[in-house]
């Protein structure tokens, strides 16, 4: 039964219900990642607590900040399924054939894309008149794994929409969107981890990988590194933090380079 609405809702001339179980099956989609990567980043930290990027601040909201989450993933998960049911119904652009080359190409063309608006959204969100959507994120000045989803509908709303506006600009197949989502949902939880796991040349100056810090700083200083994926839009737009690079560095296993910027 549920198949066969997932299965209908691929075809043109799905019904609302057809829709209502792809909007269920997404959230359930999500909630198996956000458990599977924070029972994973709960057991990183706790292995490695000399990885914790602000080490004398603590954060003891869990439950308070999870208390968004349900807001915060029934929103995405609207935009996202809202997404791959446009294009299935034929209302958005017609994708491309999946293939060896259109898969990664329309993927990594995605992920610059949502890139620049997430950027863009976040100074957005950061401008007086609207940190008033915003300002519930930041009350977690040392965010944790669980701080992903600790934000108001608007702000969720506005980030997500992407999801849901891609398929009328971009012919990317479905399933490389789904991949983005599934990217998007880890890298965001990763982002919030509060401990730099990860850390490595590639996400220094001249690489433009952002890493756990990267976020961490946004959250720490209130201002700076607004991107999500990459450092170079703050680095063009000159908002990287001025110590980035140095405390990615500071986090590398010993015995590599330790360059500073
Ligand atoms: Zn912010
Ligand atoms: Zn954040």
Known sequence: MILENLLRAMQPGAGLMDFAVLLAAVIAGILLILLGTGLFFEVMNAR???RKVQKNRINARKWQELAYAP???FTLSLCFAGGLFAQWQGWALAP????WWSGPLTLAASILLYDAWFYWVHRLLHWRPMFRFHALHHTSI???VWTNHHETIVEASLNQLYFFVIVFVLPIPWQMLVVQKVYDQISGMLGHAGYEHFASPLARAPWPLASTVFHDQHHGSFRFNYAHTFSFWDRWMGTLHPRYDATVASFEPKGEPAKSS
């Not at 491309?96 to 293939?99: E, K, Q, V």
């Open 48 to 50: 490695h607590p000399e």
């Open 71 to 73: 807001g915060s993933i």
């Open 96 to 99: 491309l054939p999946l293939s």
């Open 142 to 144: 040392s965010p944790t």
